[in-house]
T-cell receptor, first 119, second 114 residues
């Protein structure tokens, strides 16, 4: 299957600072990428959907000014957590969609995740 | 988006076949059914996807009855390394753009014992 990478895999930052997480589709072009957040022992929660070259669509309750998403190319999307606070500590996972061969549905692949800890 | 219902947890032993059933009564005509596996502190891994009847790949089979209101993921001869959370998702997957973003339910925590 297709590969999605994330960087960094783990980051610790101080409260009030900003952190950028990169998501790359390594062997396919992704017109659409998704960002999820997962708290311990909980399921993934969709934060936003980003389409290459346009503004991201945020899910209800997700602050767009706090979680800045940029999808400038078909292989790269970034999530910036601005003015991070301890409650933003979570596991952030990106995902990208790849269209298979003719007649097949899109397949959605996930990155390995980024563990953010805000102290 | 169609809501899914799965058992919260399941236990099995090595070498057994495991079947995890997911209910999706409100599935729409354009919806596909996709199953993912997630290990702790890792992103979900695609297992299998189907629209109707039966789909089989090298790791699992997916059974979908004619009414498509449920689906069953079948894992043959599980091993300890299959201990993970399994998610059943339903959504539009044959269009591009923002249609069909995947919404995760609670998943099924499978524990495989020796």
């Amino acid at each position: 299957g297709a590969v999605v990478s994330q960087h960094p895999s783990r980051v610790i930052c101080k409260s009030g600072t900003s952190v950028k997480i990169e998501c790359r589709s390594l062997d396919f072009q992704a017109t659409t990428m998704f960002w999820y957040r997962q708290f311990p022992k909980q399921s993934l929660m969709l934060m936003a959907t980003s389409n290459e070259g346009s503004k991201a669509t945020y899910e209800q309750g997700v602050e767009k000014d706090k979680f800045l998403i940029n999808h400038a190319s078909l292989t790269l999307s970034t999530l910036t957590v601005t003015s991070a606070h301890p409650e933003d500590s979570s596991f952030y996972i990106c995902s990208a969609r790849d269209y298979g061969t003719s007649g097949r549905a899109y397949e959605q692949y996930f990155g390995p995740g980024t563990r953010l800890t805000v102290t | 988006l169609a809501k899914t219902t799965q058992p919260i947890s399941m236990d099995s032993y090595e070498g057994q076949e495991v079947n995890i059933t997911c209910s999706h009564n409100n599935i729409a005509t354009n919806d596909y059914i996709t199953w993912y596996q997630q290990f702790p502190s890792q992103g979900p891994r695609f297992i299998i996807q189907g629209y109707k009847t039966k789909v089989t790949n090298e790791v699992a089979s997916l059974f979908i009855p004619a009414d498509r209101k449920s689906s069953t993921l079948s894992l043959p001869r599980v091993s300890l390394s299959d201990t993970a959370v399994y998610y059943c998702l339903v959504g539009v997957m044959n269009y591009g753009g923002s249609q069909g973003n995947l919404i995760f339910g609670k998943g099924t925590k499978l524990s495989v014992k020796p």
